[in-house]
């Protein structure tokens, strides 16, 4: 209804139509509880799948362990490591905002099992950078073939939440 009112607008503005047919119209509400938070069996699930030297693995860590969008994450590189490789210090793409994160025991096992790219941590096949898009379509397949139909890259965000909630 967004991109239609928009189209709308520029066609009044250049005189092509006299009203917006869309004024007037509700956007249409649904119920729902967001992306679906990984269980920590569908962590063990999908690690049992995934070896620890596989990308996808890698993925997940990076996920999981720094809390992070699939924008941020598909930019993390040797590059981002401080303290003598005991932190990851950047800035967010969406907000802006500078952050240091520690890289816990499990995050440093995959960074040093798993391929790393020259540049970035993650890599596509043609090794090259990934969109987040393509993150994101690559990590859902991963994911499904790991037999985790309802598990996304941003529902491992929800659970990093989570994670860190519990542990105070």
């Known amino acids: 209804?967004?991109?239609?009112?928009?189209?709308?607008?520029?066609?009044?503005?250049?005189?092509?139509?006299?009203?917006?047919?869309?004024?007037?119209?509700?956007?249409?509400?649904?119920?729902?509880?967001?992306?679906?938070?990984?269980?920590?069996?569908?962590?063990?699930?999908?690690?049992?799948?995934?070896?620890?030297?596989?990308?996808?693995?890698?993925?997940?860590?990076?996920?999981l362990y720094t809390a992070q969008r699939r924008s941020d994450v598909v930019r993390l590189g040797r590059q981002h490591e401080v303290d003598g490789g005991?932190?990851?210090?950047?800035?967010?793409v969406k907000t802006g905002a500078k952050l240091v994160i520690p890289i816990v025991a499990p995050l440093r096992?995959?960074?040093?099992?798993?391929?790393?790219?020259?540049?970035?941590?993650?890599?596509?096949?043609?090794?090259?950078?990934?969109?987040?898009?393509?993150?994101?379509?690559w990590f859902g397949d991963a994911c499904r073939t790991a037999g985790l139909k309802r598990c996304t890259a941003h529902g491992l965000r929800k659970a990093a939440a989570t994670r860190l909630a519990n542990a105070g």
Request: with cysteine.
């Open 109 to 137: 096992e995959a960074i040093s099992a798993g391929p790393t790219g020259a540049l970035t941590y993650l890599e596509t096949g043609q090794g090259k950078p990934f969109t987040s898009a393509g993150f994101g379509n």
């Open 86 to 92: 005991a932190a990851l210090s950047f800035r967010q």
């Open 1 to 63: 209804l967004r991109a239609i009112r928009h189209l709308c607008r520029y066609a009044i503005d250049r005189e092509m139509i006299e009203a917006d047919p869309t004024s007037g119209l509700k956007k249409v509400r649904t119920k729902s509880d967001g992306f679906h938070s990984w269980t920590d069996e569908e962590v063990e699930q999908f690690e049992a799948h995934w070896p620890i030297s596989s990308r996808e693995r890698l993925a997940l860590s990076l996920l």
